[in-house]
């Protein structure tokens, strides 16, 4: 027995205090929530901003884990199919489609508080949020689709209307630019960034990604055509531009170095309207070409089924996608608005209509394709392949049609491609 | 005289040791305190490689169900020489070992003998050489992907200012294959050219004194002396950098993202995408075994080839 002296037993007080201090203490702490947000200065900084008036006004602290767009991907669905549970509410899209099953089902959510209403019509449906078994998983709070920005002096020079239909139509524009502009090439794209190219091949497809049996399927002569428009429409990037980042490809419009830039209009339109841009007041968004879609970027809210206070995670949702933040969030970070109320307001409206007009038409007929991400990587990886000159056009969709056939269309694909009328009747 | 003086008596430790060795003899407890250590190996290695092995016979991918699917035979390793993508990657792997060992070996020798002696400049100028190697290889291709960015970087730049048009490093298929290659030789030269230093500073001195008396110049010494003598650990150390180069993951990640298109996909890099982005667990493991074997054949490529040279300088 070791002899007990007044030193050690007040050692021995001490530490029982102190472990009763923090078990009251933990016990007292606010409820936390963590959300998984892509690391953009964007969505996290708007995060940021909301969670620290929801603190304020409900006491519950929101751990904002913000990533690289690839990392956040990675690290959700890690997440949910390792069942560490770490993130009560993930943001995410329609690539996450491997583990829609792990999210819980957000309909009586919605019903409770009516939310739908205001939102832009036709928003919260399948093919464009997210749905499993025929209920919504997916709350939206960003939204984008692929646009077509163009120099209005350039297109003026040129006497060219940026009302194209096809991308042969740009094709033959480019021609036309290149003539009348001295050292500038017709367009940038974030060609290094190789599932960009998605974007060219949705818009110039018009048929279906799911055949009627359920496969993964290509109407190749169609896809074979779209493809080849791409490759041909690739020869008008500027010199050394077939790995540009996102940067480097608005930059260079920035710079009146192109005549257009292809991207997601959310990703540039703030800095081309900023007071230091040399093409503010000289720029404009067109109709996007092509009788496909143009592709949504939609962002949408998550509940994993293994989040605890799923209560919680809904007033978080509502907090940061609902209506009352997102004036601010547009403005601010310019996070497209998924309420029709924002595009009402007639101090934006009148700000932006230089491109609003193209730009809500996109969202109209905006779409996500009904692959996964397997799917996709295959039909985009070759596609970069075919513009390459690594193969043909006919090659390149064959050996994708015939690979498609070994990859399973996930349930909710498949949901979505019959609710979105991409799958073959 | 002296007298021959009787071997000391070698004293058996007391106690639970003593006894466990007077059972099991000292080969046995030997082996007994090895248990621990065989335990964690076969833990860490032969479990994940035995579980592996096992998966690939069944149908499993996670993001259909967290349990694995039914047994499907050789299916697995038939869709892995079947699938296009999966050739294109043993090409292009095969490709980067060739080239970036052959250049890592190389360049590697050359810096060896020019840096090989103990002064105190030659000590520094093979630390500083070493310094690639010990930056983290995802930090090297965000590094890389910067410096070879076709239209901004400081390398087209430079290119640039001497009259040179620098060409798409990233952006085409060719450049890229290049660009790796150049990249992954960059990294690892330093350790092909420690290692040789080592090996040409543990030569024996006599040998060279010999063949300077006997009036061989430089490239005579280095042809019928050095590299013979070096050639066991020539060998090994091409061994290790061919494998590694099998294992390129990370600055194909940081750099090309595998393109453009599939230009660039390495074996680990396709396996790394399957497994861990798509979630087809079962095939992943099936394609990383036709990889481990392919890289077992080329170890014992290697090894033989060591044993030959070995012989040779036995014999000689």
Known sequence: MYPTTKRTKAATTMAVISTAAILLASSAMAAELNFSVMESGTYDKAAAEVAADFKAATGTDVQISAFPWAVLRQNNTTDLISGTNQYDVMSGGYYLSDVYSYFAPLDDYIAKDNYAQGMIPGLLSPGRSEFVGGKSIGIPYGVDAYGLIFNKDMFEKAGISPDFASWSDVAAACDKIIAANADVACFSHPTGSPEQIGGFFFSGYARTYVSKDGKYSLDVPAATAAAEEIAALWKYLPAKGTALTFDEAHQLFKDQKVAMTITYPSFITNSLDADDSPVKGHWGMAKFPGKGFPWLSLWQLFVPTATEDKDAAWAWIKAYAGPENAKRNLVEHNIGSVWSATYDDPELKAKNAHFWPALIAGFASAKNPPLSGEAQDLLTNTLQDIVNGRVSAADGIAAVESQWAAIPVPAAMLEAAAGSGLQEK | ?316
């Open chain 2, 1 to 316: 005289m002296r007298q021959p003086q009787p071997y000391p008596q070698v004293r058996r430790p007391a106690g639970i040791v003593g006894r466990l060795e007077a059972r099991l003899g000292e080969s046995g407890i030997l082996l007994l305190f090895l248990v621990p250590a065989l335990l964690v190996v076969i833990g860490a290695q032969l479990y994940p490689l035995a579980s592996s092995a096992i998966l690939s016979f069944f149908d499993w991918s996670l993001s259909r169900s967290p349990t694995v699917g039914p047994f499907i035979g050789f299916d697995n390793y038939v869709r892995t020489f079947t699938d296009p993508i999966f050739a294109n990657s043993v090409a292009f792997t095969v490709i980067l070992a060739v080239c970036s060992t052959a250049l890592q070996l190389v360049c590697g020798l050359g810096i060896a003998m020019l840096t090989v002696g103990e002064s105190y400049t030659l000590r520094l100028v093979r630390t500083l050489l070493m310094l690639p190697m010990v930056v983290a290889p995802v930090a090297v291709g965000t590094i890389w992907r910067m410096i070879l960015s076709a239209r901004v970087g400081p390398l087209n730049q430079a290119l640039a200012s001497i009259g040179i048009d620098g060409p798409n490093w990233l952006g085409d298929p060719n450049w890229a294959v290049f660009s790796l290659i150049m990249i992954d030789a960059w990294e690892w030269t330093p350790f092909v050219a420690i290692t040789l230093t080592a090996a040409l500073t543990s030569l024996p001195s006599e040998v060279m004194r010999a063949a300077s008396v006997d009036g061989a110049g430089r490239w005579t010494t280095f042809r019928y002396i050095v590299l013979p003598m070096i050639m066991p650990i020539f060998v090994l150390v091409a061994m290790f950098r061919t494998i590694e180069a099998f294992l390129t993951l990370d600055i194909v990640f940081t750099t090309t993202a595998g393109g453009p298109g599939y230009t660039t996909h390495t074996l680990s890099f396709w396996i790394y995408q399957q497994g861990l982005k798509y979630f087809n667990i079962s095939y992943a493991a099936a394609s990383s075994w036709v990889m481990l074997l392919f890289c077992v054949a080329i170890a014992g490529g290697f090894l033989l080839w060591r044993r030959r040279i070995t012989a040779w300088q036995v014999s000689r």
